[in-house]
């Protein structure tokens, strides 16, 4: 359907997000002295990003203690079971700590020791205390203040939602996007892409409502690679209110892992330990192993949920305030009540392929935060690391793009048409999401999931739902490809049928949408 746009603009930089990865390369982009527009499709209270809810903090290597960058990038390569790029983690780590400065720079404040410096705590998979956090757990919510306040004389559109990549030539040259007045044009010669996550493939996550996968599908409708996509990280404890796969659009709340630190513990309806002979450390084992236990328990069950029991936890609201405000909106007292959680899933480990400085494979397109795939996680992210991520990599496409604005001139201002996509009813898809490809998979449910997909009919993309259940749609045809295609278990993935990590060297695997919207997979060479 052609399109006659309702209006139309040009810049030199389009910024699509207002998370970490999408402020860092707008403000370095602004400040190379290019004409910046950000785009986000949420409205202006707080809460629009994952980069708002953020806790854990922001992993760094500070230049004076017994730390260093070879340190925290075993780390990382030790959780990316063998599918990070080691030249792409050694230099987005060594990059941390200017990256973090520049923040404090900008306004962020640091929670401090009682010896002076920045108070540092340790996660796991962390040989060192590293982490630099603000108001305990509410890292994010300064994080998001500071890059806020240091962008708010920015060109920031609010309720904006990127439709579509537009591309002449063979580089990018603007996008289309739908607002208030309808559907317009911007054109311009760099765009970034910092859409952020996909947590709502699932019917549960502790993603905000827009972490639908934008990035990636306007990515793969463009004809760009996708790659380590099969990876998704799942929290094993989020909070069960009863209503997931109830609606879709839902935050959860996350039940921190520290309250298993202090010794509560996980059981079914009927009193039974979840993880008991599971694992050596029990309840505190690594996540995916947690969260596979708990998912053979609801599978074995049929129940809905598990418990934690908390309540021999001395002092609890006072120690963990955040969880105990949740808890109660959603009518559980966690002092006198086991809390009732599931697995949600948390973060995508993979995305759009691009080198450390944001770049994509199409000239004019570079991406950062979690939509990108830099090689930093591989198949497993270490807890913190997507916070430096997006901070590091977001300057750098900021800059690159203000370059590349430069090198191109003015695009030629293009048309663009209405195109129709295959988009599944969202719930239907959550469902299917949740049942065949969530924590743990299989050939049988996997190939069932790329079926149900196929028969997704086709809609006209026109409107921020329309976006999101297509966009949806589409990341979950290249999840369903890449996880079929990965026959073994590594990182986050696992397969019943193939319960090891294969014998040969670890790979990553490529997804590229075909002309009929099918996923195809290839592999990226070696880089391990
Ligand atoms: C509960 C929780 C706790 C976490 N804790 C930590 C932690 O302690 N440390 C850590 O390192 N990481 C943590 N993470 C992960 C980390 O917060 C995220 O990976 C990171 O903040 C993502 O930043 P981003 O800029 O890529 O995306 P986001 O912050 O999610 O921003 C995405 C932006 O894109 C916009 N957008 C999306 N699609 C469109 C579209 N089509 N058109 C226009 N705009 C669009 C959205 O409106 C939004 O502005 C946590 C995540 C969650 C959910």
Redesign the pocket.
Same mark, same amino acid.
């Given at each position: 359907m052609s399109l006659h746009p309702d209006w139309q603009e040009s810049a030199d930089v389009v910024v699509?997000?207002?998370?970490?990865?999408?402020l860092a390369a707008a403000l370095a982009a602004h400040r190379a002295g290019r004409r910046v527009v950000l785009?986000?499709?949420?409205g202006r209270t707080p809460g629009?990003? /994952?980069?708002?809810?953020?806790?854990?903090?922001? /992993?760094v290597v500070l230049p004076d203690n017994d730390d260093s960058v070879d340190a925290h990038v075993a780390d990382t390569l030790a959780a990316g079971a063998g599918l990070c790029d080691p030249d792409a983690v050694t230099s987005i780590v060594a990059d941390g700590y200017r990256a973090v400065t520049e923040l404090v720079s900008a306004g962020a404040r640091f929670d401090e020791s009682s010896s002076g410096g920045w108070a540092l705590s340790r996660e796991g998979g962390h040989t060192r205390r590293r982490i630099v956090h603000a108001n305990g757990d509410a890292?994010?919510a300064e994080v998001q203040r500071a890059l806020d306040h240091a962008t708010d004389t920015l060109d920031i559109r609010t309720k904006?939602? /990127?439709l579509q990549l537009l591309q002449d030539a063979g580089s990018v040259t603007g996008v289309l996007v739908a607002n208030r007045q309808g559907i317009g044009l911007i054109h311009a010669p760099s765009v970034i892409l /910092?859409?952020?996550?996909l947590g709502h493939l699932y019917s549960a996550t502790?993603?905000?409502e827009?972490?639908?996968g934008?990035?990636i599908a306007l990515a793969l409708w463009a004809g760009i690679a996708v790659s380590d996509i099969e990876f998704i990280q799942f929290h094993p404890t989020m909070l069960f209110d009863g209503t997931a796969g109830r609606g879709p659009g839902k935050r959860r709340p996350?039940v921190t892992e520290a309250i298993r630190g202090e010794g509560a513990f996980l059981v079914d309806s009927q009193g039974n330990s979840v993880t008991a002979g599971v694992h050596p450390m029990g309840d505190l084992a690594p996540r995916d192993v947690v969260a596979s236990a708990i998912d053979a328990r609801l599978r074995a069950t049929g129940e809905p949920c598990v418990f934690l029991d908390a309540r021999g936890i001395a002092d609890f609201k006072r120690r963990f305030p955040t969880v105990t405000a949740s808890c109660r909106a959603a009518g559980v007292d966690p002092i006198t009540q086991p809390i009732p959680v599931v697995p949600g899933a948390?973060?995508s480990c993979g995305g759009v392929v691009t080198d450390v400085h944001g770049q994509t494979e199409l000239p004019g397109l570079f991406a950062a935060?979690?939509?990108a795939r830099t090689g930093m996680h591989g198949a497993n992210r270490l807890?913190?690391?997507?916070?430096?991520e997006?901070l590091v990599v977001g300057g750098r496409a900021g800059k690159a793009a203000a370059a590349h604005a430069v090198d191109s001139g003015p695009v030629r201002a293009g048309t663009a048409e209405i195109v129709a996509r295959t988009a599944l009813v969202r719930g239907d898809l959550q469902r299917a999401m949740s049942r065949d490809a969530s924590v743990v998979r299989d050939a049988d449910g996997l190939y069932g999931l790329i079926d149900t997909l196929s028969a997704a009919p086709l809609a006209a993309v026109v409107t921020r739902a329309g976006?999101e259940d297509a966009a949806l749609t589409a990341t979950a045809r290249a999840l369903a490809a890449a996880a079929l295609a990965r026959e073994e278990s590594r990182g986050c993935h696992h397969r019943t049928e193939y319960p090891d990590a294969a014998g040969t060297p670890a790979r990553s695997l490529v997804v590229r949408l075909a002309a009929d919207d099918s996923a195809q997979v290839e592999t990226l060479a070696a880089v391990c």
């Amino acid at each position: 359907m052609s399109l006659h746009p309702d209006w139309q603009e040009s810049a030199d930089v389009v910024v699509i997000g207002t998370g970490v990865g999408g402020l860092a390369a707008a403000l370095a982009a602004h400040r190379a002295g290019r004409r910046v527009v950000l785009l986000s499709k949420a409205g202006r209270t707080p809460g629009g990003t /994952a980069t708002h809810y953020a806790q854990g903090g922001i /992993a760094v290597v500070l230049p004076d203690n017994d730390d260093s960058v070879d340190a925290h990038v075993a780390d990382t390569l030790a959780a990316g079971a063998g599918l990070c790029d080691p030249d792409a983690v050694t230099s987005i780590v060594a990059d941390g700590y200017r990256a973090v400065t520049e923040l404090v720079s900008a306004g962020a404040r640091f929670d401090e020791s009682s010896s002076g410096g920045w108070a540092l705590s340790r996660e796991g998979g962390h040989t060192r205390r590293r982490i630099v956090h603000a108001n305990g757990d509410a890292t994010g919510a300064e994080v998001q203040r500071a890059l806020d306040h240091a962008t708010d004389t920015l060109d920031i559109r609010t309720k904006h939602t /990127a439709l579509q990549l537009l591309q002449d030539a063979g580089s990018v040259t603007g996008v289309l996007v739908a607002n208030r007045q309808g559907i317009g044009l911007i054109h311009a010669p760099s765009v970034i892409l /910092a859409t952020g996550g996909l947590g709502h493939l699932y019917s549960a996550t502790t993603n905000p409502e827009g972490s639908t996968g934008d990035g990636i599908a306007l990515a793969l409708w463009a004809g760009i690679a996708v790659s380590d996509i099969e990876f998704i990280q799942f929290h094993p404890t989020m909070l069960f209110d009863g209503t997931a796969g109830r609606g879709p659009g839902k935050r959860r709340p996350l039940v921190t892992e520290a309250i298993r630190g202090e010794g509560a513990f996980l059981v079914d309806s009927q009193g039974n330990s979840v993880t008991a002979g599971v694992h050596p450390m029990g309840d505190l084992a690594p996540r995916d192993v947690v969260a596979s236990a708990i998912d053979a328990r609801l599978r074995a069950t049929g129940e809905p949920c598990v418990f934690l029991d908390a309540r021999g936890i001395a002092d609890f609201k006072r120690r963990f305030p955040t969880v105990t405000a949740s808890c109660r909106a959603a009518g559980v007292d966690p002092i006198t009540q086991p809390i009732p959680v599931v697995p949600g899933a948390h973060y995508s480990c993979g995305g759009v392929v691009t080198d450390v400085h944001g770049q994509t494979e199409l000239p004019g397109l570079f991406a950062a935060g979690e939509v990108a795939r830099t090689g930093m996680h591989g198949a497993n992210r270490l807890a913190s690391n997507s916070l430096l991520e997006g901070l590091v990599v977001g300057g750098r496409a900021g800059k690159a793009a203000a370059a590349h604005a430069v090198d191109s001139g003015p695009v030629r201002a293009g048309t663009a048409e209405i195109v129709a996509r295959t988009a599944l009813v969202r719930g239907d898809l959550q469902r299917a999401m949740s049942r065949d490809a969530s924590v743990v998979r299989d050939a049988d449910g996997l190939y069932g999931l790329i079926d149900t997909l196929s028969a997704a009919p086709l809609a006209a993309v026109v409107t921020r739902a329309g976006l999101e259940d297509a966009a949806l749609t589409a990341t979950a045809r290249a999840l369903a490809a890449a996880a079929l295609a990965r026959e073994e278990s590594r990182g986050c993935h696992h397969r019943t049928e193939y319960p090891d990590a294969a014998g040969t060297p670890a790979r990553s695997l490529v997804v590229r949408l075909a002309a009929d919207d099918s996923a195809q997979v290839e592999t990226l060479a070696a880089v391990c």
